[in-house]
């Protein structure tokens, strides 16, 4: 395989947690993710990985100075659904924490242009479940002429901090039907510090919907899991969901690469391979509080596929190509 064509200059993107990466058509890679301070969206693009750090870039929204879209603007996703750019993020109205959460609500922008760095970005408002409380990370994926969002929510009636959902969506604002509960924090790894399912992402392959997620607190703990469902299933059969015990990625001392995770997924330059985008820190942080130090950074790292259809992550920091 072509290595010239996923020999990434690691990180690609200095400090933007939860990274997104969405390669287009065009030929561009369109990258998202949390900007230090959580009070704007940026998008960039570029012709590879490697440009996104000096890419095009513009600021596309901007938190509210007042109310429910005013703080800790996290995890943005822009998304092409049915020709039209959209970009899915949470907000909060205070960055105090209530009954062990923060109070983060889902959101949707919608593109009015092709290019997404300089059309006028609409707010669709917010997307709303069937119950109200901290909800965050969505992500959408199309599959059999149906439109399905997963997310991070908190249950009231769930120790921990939240759980991942699936529902299906009516549009790209708009969910509908009933929301299925996917995973809680149930193993060791998906409790330390908090107890934490969050960041879903999606990819389909090998007649598979594989969903890698996170847990634990954003520290070095932090790790990447794995549920995965037959593509041919009812998707809102929470029976049809199968979860590893295990996490598949996980901090690397050898690699200095820690706190794995919140990841997306993307295809090489050369449409090749499969390519795990992600976020890790350079160090273990040892004061304040790990969301308010600035140092995870966006890494890009080809994978491969196991015999029985399974994605093979392996070790921050080592190509599987």
């Known amino acids: 395989m072509g290595k010239t064509m996923t020999n990434y200059k690691n990180p690609i993107v200095i400090e933007r947690a939860d990274p997104w990466v969405y390669k287009h058509t065009d030929g561009y890679y369109y990258f998202t993710g949390s900007v230090p301070g959580y009070q704007e969206i940026e998008v960039r693009r570029a012709k590879s990985l490697n440009e996104l750090e000096n890419g095009e870039r513009a600021s596309v929204w901007d938190a509210h100075a007042t109310g429910p879209m005013s703080s800790l603007i996290w995890a943005p996703e822009i998304h092409l659904i049915q020709g039209r750019w959209y970009i899915y993020f949470a907000a909060a109205g205070t960055d105090e924490v209530a009954k062990g959460t923060f109070q983060h609500r889902m959101y949707v922008l919608e593109c009015d242009s092709e290019n997404p760095l300089t059309g006028k970005w609409i707010e669709k408002g917010q997307v709303k479940t069937a119950f109200e409380s901290f909800s965050l990370d969505a992500t959408t994926f199309e599959l059999g002429n149906k439109l399905y969002y997963v997310w ?14 699936i529902s299906e969506m009516q549009n790209p604002w708009t969910l509908c039907g009933k929301q299925t ?141």
């Open 152 to 165: 991070a929510q908190k249950d009231p009636a769930i120790p921990g901090n939240s759980n991942l959902y």
């Open 181 to 321: 509960l996917l995973s809680i924090p149930e193993y060791d790894w998906e409790k330390i510090g908090f107890l934490v399912n969050e960041g879903p992402a999606v990819i389909i392959r090998n007649g598979k919907v594989f969903i890698t997620y996170s847990g634990s607190a954003t520290d070095e703990n932090y790790c990447m899991g794995l549920l995965w469902a037959d593509a041919e299933s009812d998707l809102l059969d929470g029976y049809n969901w199968h979860k590893l015990a295990e996490p598949v990625f996980r901090s690397s001392a050898k690699n200095q690469l820690f706190g794995p995770g919140h990841n997306s997924f993307t295809r090489s330059e050369d449409g090749e391979n499969d390519v795990l985008i992600y976020h890790a820190r350079p160090k273990i942080v040892t004061e304040g509080d790990p969301l308010d130090v600035p140092d995870r950074h966006a890494h890009a790292q080809v994978f491969s596929w196991s015999d029985n259809g399974f994605p093979i992550f392996g070790e921050p920091g080592i190509d599987n190509d």
